[in-house]
Every structure is written in C-alpha cells, then in structure tokens.
C-alpha cells in the first residue's frame, strides 16, 4: 500500500532558527518528489520538485533532497521567517498519474 | 499569467442537496485535476483530464459525483445528493501536459460544507 508520511504533524521555531522538515514514502518506484507549500484558505504553491535522478534541489533559503534507497526526503528551510509560516506538503509521483500526497507539516515561526 | 481559477470559494449546503464547482486551467494547459481535501489530510486526486478525455477517476465515487471538461478547456464537478462526509476543499489544479516532470499550478480551492 503506498503511503507517504510526513513527522512531525505540527512545529513551532523561533525566527531565525534552521529548520528541516521529512517526508518519508513507500514507493521505491519514484520518478519525482514534490514539496508544496499551502496557506490557510488558499491552494498549494509548487516549491521544489526533485527528479527520481537527482539529489537535491534548491531554491533561495529553501534545499530539499532526495534519497530513494531509504524512501526519505527532506525539506531544510534556512532563516526561517515568520512569513514561513504554513502547511508544507510533500507528494510522490509513482508514474500512475497521480501526485500521492502526505499530511502535512503545519509549520509556525515565533517572531 | 493568470494562474487557475475556481468558483465559488465558499459553500455551504445542506445533506442530499446537490453542488458544483468550477475550474479554469492556466491557458494551455492540457492537464486538469480535481483534489478532495479533507480536513488534516493531504489532498487525494478525484479525477484527471487531459485534454477533454478522462485519463483516471478510479478514486471518484461515481454514485454522487461527475465531472466533466467540454472543449478540453474549463471544467465542472459536481456532487448530487451530497453527504456530511463530503464536507472538504476541492482543490483544481493544472500542468502543461501531464507529464511526469512536471509541477502542478493549484487553485485557491472551494471550501464545501454539508451540515
């Protein structure tokens, strides 16, 4: 059964701190991993998407990697801001047309 | 560029009635997905287009919803009789051509509560 978990379910940092978030999957059949982010009341905004053949991504403060043998990836946020503050999903794309999502991790920083 | 747009943002009906959004892709964009998002869950694909053909709706529960894309451009969902289990945003979203490198753009999603 595909599954995609995303821990913790909710985190709280002061400003300023470094950050990472994880995501982890079951389906070694991946040909990408997406991470979104979305805010209260509104759709999902894309941030990074990292190919099945890549390691990494990055984007400003953002970094996400990729390591399919353990089924993980994770999202570091450098500086965190308090304008970061929001749901981060990450979704793995298995080639059966479709985006599996997790959860969320529901992401609040502390001015 | 405009991005993908949906109506209404809000609505709030009553069990057994019925409903229907509206999407509007990002010109171009020969991909449309329509999510349900429950509250506290990550969004579950109800059916994908491409063009105006369905490509999957194997998770859409056929009995009370359908959707359609006439002229493979905008599209509608709707849910008759709706239940109080259906209450979730439905989130639309498009890609260029639903190939599997690509982002998705997302709407603002429509917020749907059966009481």
């Known amino acids: 059964k595909q599954e995609v978990t995303q821990i913790p379910a909710a985190l709280s940092v002061p400003e300023g701190e470094n950050l990472v978030l994880n995501c982890s999957f079951t389906d070694s059949a991946i040909y990408n991993l997406q991470w979104f982010r979305q805010d209260p009341g509104k759709g999902l905004t894309s941030l990074l998407l990292i190919q099945s053949s890549q390691r990494e991504q990055t984007s400003g403060r953002l970094n996400a990697s990729l390591d399919k043998s353990s089924g993980r990836s994770t999202l570091y946020i450098a500086a965190s801001q308090p304008g970061d503050s929001a749901t981060y999903l990450c979704?793995?794309?298995?080639?059966?047309?479709?985006?599996?999502f997790g959860t969320g991790t529901r992401l609040t920083v502390i001015p | 560029e405009a991005g993908v747009a949906q109506s209404p943002r809000y609505k709030i009906i009553e069990k057994r009635q019925s409903v229907a959004f509206w999407c509007n892709p990002i010109?171009?964009?020969?991909?449309l997905y329509w999510y349900q998002q429950i509250l506290g869950q990550g969004p579950k694909l109800l059916i994908q287009f491409q063009n105006n053909g369905v490509v999957d709706d194997s998770q859409l529960p056929k009995d009370r919803f359908s959707a359609e894309r006439l002229k493979g451009v905008d599209s509608t969902l709707k849910i008759q009789p709706a239940k109080l289990e259906d209450s979730a945003v439905y989130l639309c979203a498009s890609s260029l051509d639903g190939g599997a490198g690509e982002k998705l753009f997302f709407g603002s999603g429509t917020q749907l509560s059966v009481l």
């Open positions: 010109s171009g964009h020969a991909t």
């Open positions: 979704a793995e794309y298995t080639g059966a047309n479709n985006l599996f």
